[in-house]
């Protein structure tokens, strides 16, 4: 009896511990346990050390809380314009409620990525190929909406949708090549013709601003001779010169006349009379020779 009782004591133990270790739940920080009670909603269990009844009570796989993504393979969509090109999206969502998120919709993942579809279908039919090219923003905003609030009863949080790329068809995008090549030329071409410009229009400037210093020079040139003149023309009068200087520098004047090329020369008939001009000139050589004696 008393090997029976003991056999019977270990099995109940192990028993015992099997149970206690089945209703044991640790849950990991960012996930959630839904909780099942004879295969009814019950419960969910938060992070941390969490108990359940065995035999009675069973959970869900933990639902991530975390932020996840969800990367769409492409999908065909025409344009208002009857263009036909790859779209493939990029989803970020987040679970809210458990419980909503597990009895909500089957497959939620799969849900999401058909209802991104039908949404960017909609959404592109109403614009033509260079509004879905250039409104990718207003897009990617719009399917945001209405993905958050579709998603909603599920217990899932859209918190942003991007359209990853847009493919439009190769001659289109082709055609498209060669636009952007002919305006980056002609970008080109306008900054070659304003920079030649703005180079035509300096040297324009400097050259004038050149002519302006030259001219201002001359000027300033004839203003100082012309002031030079006009003081030996005073200081000679305030000397008040004799004849004999006004002769001498009668003949310093004839003598630039002589030294010039010209054939012909035309004396003034104050000078014509020779004989008198050296006579002038003895009488004022004798005057310094006396004052030498």
Do not use: H
Request: aromatic share 4%; net charge neutral.
């Amino acid at each position: 009896m008393i090997p029976g009782v003991v056999i019977a004591l270990v099995v109940i133990a192990i028993l015992a511990i099997i149970i206690l270790t089945s209703s044991i739940r640790i849950v990991r920080q960012a996930t959630s346990v839904v909780v099942e009670r004879v295969g009814k909603f019950n419960r969910v269990l938060e992070t941390g050390f969490r108990m359940i009844i065995p035999f009675f009570e069973r959970t869900t796989a933990p639902i991530s809380l975390k932020e996840r993504v969800a990367d769409f393979e492409p999908q065909a969509v025409i344009t208002k314009d009857n263009v036909t090109m790859q779209i493939d999206t990029v989803v970020y969502f987040q679970v809210t409620d458990p419980k909503m998120f597990t009895y909500g919709v089957e497959r939620p993942i799969r849900a999401i990525e058909n209802l991104t579809a039908t949404t960017l279908r909609n959404l592109v039919g109403e614009l033509e190929l260079d509004g879905t090219l250039t409104s990718r923003d207003t897009v990617n905003s719009k399917m945001r909406t209405i993905l958050d609030e579709a998603t909603d009863p599920w217990g899932i949080k859209i918190n942003r949708v991007e359209l990853k790329n847009i493919l439009p068809p190769r001659d289109i995008q082709q055609a498209m090549e060669k636009q952007m090549r002919a305006e980056r030329e002609r970008r080109e071409a306008i900054l070659k013709a304003e920079g030649e410009k703005r180079s035509s229009i300096l040297v324009a400037e400097g050259e004038k601003e050149s002519l302006i210093l030259r001219a201002e020079a001359k000027k300033a040139a004839l203003i100082a001779e012309a002031e030079g003149t006009s003081t030996a023309i005073r200081m000679i009068n305030e000397a008040n010169p004799t004849a004999a200087y006004l002769t001498l520098k009668g003949y310093d004047a004839l003598k630039v006349v002589a030294d010039g090329k010209a054939t012909k020369l035309i004396i003034p008939s104050e000078i014509q009379n020779v004989a008198g001009l050296l006579a002038s000139l003895k009488e004022v050589v004798e005057p310094s020779a006396d004052a030498k004696k």
